[in-house]
């Protein structure tokens, strides 16, 4: 795993341990960190679109605290420099 998926592996831990978070923006947290996790595809491009389609569709979320949010942008960042 790369040192980006790691460090983006860190945040959504974050995410998904801060009980301010609304409950589905936590579980798609974790389902991203299983994704980006998942050793079975090889592919990391393929893996950071699927999060990155994922974590999109949430920071439209009205719910997400502004922390989460900024959290999430901080991830998509990191993931759309990985699929260039």
């Not at 980006?4 to 589905?24: A, C, G, Q, T």
């Not at 299983?34 to 719910?63: F, G």
């Amino acid at each position: 795993m790369t040192d980006k998926f790691h460090h983006v592996s860190d945040i959504l831990k974050h995410i998904m341990e801060d009980s301010s978070v609304p409950r589905n923006i936590r579980r798609t947290a974790e389902e991203s960190h299983t994704i980006l996790n998942d050793e079975t595809e090889e592919d990391t491009t393929i893996r950071a679109s699927t999060v990155i389609s994922k974590l999109d569709e949430i920071s439209n979320d009205p719910n997400i605290p502004i922390h989460a949010r900024t959290l999430i942008w901080e991830i998509l960042g990191e993931l759309e420099s990985t699929r260039n």
